[in-house]
């Protein structure tokens, strides 16, 4: 047990200075385009160390650490409750950040401010956890240390069998997210992690269910096994048709590209009620003989006349 106690100082430590560079970042940065890159890219870092961390307990630990699967996705739960709590409106994920432009709720040069900082980011985290796993303060680290340079493959099924399942992930995870946008942190956070960790349990034998295009990137695409062709597709290109699939399923068009809608009727959810003529103010029948009224008035008044 003592790598997973290992495993859980470094979680702390990582959270820990993640969370006292967002309070430097709030103090010293001023409001705006600044705060929100160092948020974003505290977030990436803080993502991918806990990320590799736990990679390395999940791989190496049953084996090192005592640390069997169901530690790894008890763990992995508990991290994604964390994570929902510190992150401050940042998401770490690109696909996240390219959904929030194709709602028309940033710009282009936001899109790449954001993106600029998730690479910074996850540069960060990877030179932070080397460092530590240079420590060999654990079995699993020192193991990790020498398997550093030669990683395999992340991908354990077929191509088109990976790009679905992470695209199918990254379906259920968005649609959650446009529904949960709006509610209380108490009650997002929760469940998208618990349905995080879900599609982790069953995605994650055949493509480790990464669900982000950039920690996919930052850690299988200088893997041997695959070409970088075949991780484009299912890493890249999964993810990218289930977050536009998820808007327009969720909105039935993308509003940044049109407004029309593509899927649902533009009915209006109120009716017009229709007015029927009471009948005490029905329009009296007129006899076929002509209006009788105006006949008698206007000879009576010839009459008077001639009179």
Same mark, same amino acid.
């Given at each position: 047990?003592? &790598?997973?106690?290992?495993?859980?100082?470094?979680?702390?430590?990582?959270?820990?200075?993640?969370?006292?560079?967002r309070w430097a970042a709030?103090?010293?940065?001023?409001?705006?385009? $600044?705060?929100?890159?160092?948020?974003?890219?505290?977030? !990436? !870092?803080?993502?991918?160390?806990?990320?590799?961390?736990?990679?390395?307990? !999940?791989?190496? &630990? #049953?084996?090192?650490?005592?640390?069997?699967?169901?530690?790894?996705?008890?763990?992995?739960?508990?991290?994604?409750?964390?994570?929902?709590?510190?992150?401050?409106?940042?998401?770490?994920?690109?696909?996240?950040?390219?959904?929030?432009?194709?709602?028309?709720?940033?710009?282009?040069?936001?899109?790449?401010?954001?993106?600029?900082?998730?690479?910074?980011?996850? $540069?960060?985290?990877?030179?932070?956890?080397?460092?530590?796993?240079?420590?060999?303060?654990?079995?699993?680290?020192?193991?990790?240390?020498?398997?550093?340079?030669?990683?395999?493959?992340?991908?354990?099924?077929?191509?088109?069998? &990976?790009?679905?399942?992470?695209?199918?992930?990254?379906?259920?995870?968005?649609?959650?997210?446009?529904?949960?946008?709006?509610?209380?942190?108490?009650?997002?956070?929760?469940?998208?992690?618990?349905?995080?960790?879900?599609?982790?349990?069953?995605?994650? #034998?055949?493509?480790?269910?990464?669900?982000n295009p950039a920690l996919?990137?930052?850690?299988?695409?200088?893997?041997?096994?695959?070409?970088?062709?075949?991780?484009?597709?299912?890493?890249?290109?999964? #993810?990218?048709?289930?977050?536009?699939?998820?808007?327009?399923?969720?909105?039935?068009?993308?509003?940044?590209?049109?407004?029309?809608?593509?899927?649902?009727?533009?009915?209006?959810?109120?009716?017009? #009620?229709?007015?029927?003529?009471?009948?005490?103010?029905?329009?009296?029948?007129?006899?076929?003989?002509?209006?009788?009224?105006?006949?008698?008035?206007?000879?009576?008044?010839?009459?008077?006349?001639?009179?």
């Amino acid at each position: 047990m003592a &790598g997973l106690n290992v495993s859980l100082g470094f979680f702390l430590a990582t959270f820990s200075l993640c969370q006292a560079a967002r309070w430097a970042a709030e103090a010293l940065l001023p409001a705006g385009a $600044w705060a929100s890159f160092a948020r974003e890219a505290v977030g !990436a !870092a803080q993502l991918g160390a806990c990320c590799l961390e736990l990679r390395a307990l !999940a791989e190496l &630990g #049953p084996w090192a650490g005592g640390a069997g699967p169901d530690v790894a996705l008890t763990l992995l739960f508990l991290l994604l409750l964390a994570h929902g709590a510190t992150l401050d409106a940042s998401w770490a994920n690109p696909s996240v950040a390219l959904q929030d432009f194709l709602l028309a709720s940033g710009s282009p040069v936001g899109l790449l401010r954001q993106l600029a900082a998730q690479a910074l980011g996850l $540069w960060a985290a990877g030179l932070l956890t080397a460092r530590v796993w240079a420590w060999e303060l654990s079995t699993p680290h020192l193991l990790q240390g020498l398997m550093a340079q030669h990683c395999g493959s992340t991908l354990h099924t077929s191509v088109a069998h &990976g790009a679905l399942l992470e695209g199918g992930g990254t379906l259920l995870l968005h649609l959650a997210l446009l529904r949960l946008r709006t509610s209380l942190t108490v009650y997002r956070v929760p469940v998208l992690a618990a349905l995080t960790t879900a599609l982790a349990y069953a995605v994650g #034998p055949f493509t480790s269910a990464f669900f982000n295009p950039a920690l996919a990137a930052w850690l299988t695409f200088t893997c041997s096994g695959h070409t970088w062709w075949e991780y484009v597709q299912v890493y890249w290109l999964g #993810p990218l048709a289930g977050m536009l699939l998820a808007v327009l399923l969720y909105h039935g068009h993308l509003p940044r590209l049109f407004q029309r809608n593509l899927i649902y009727s533009q009915k209006s959810k109120y009716r017009s #009620p229709r007015v029927r003529p009471a009948p005490g103010l029905a329009e009296p029948q007129t006899p076929a003989g002509g209006p009788r009224g105006r006949d008698l008035g206007c000879r009576g008044s010839g009459r008077v006349g001639d009179r």
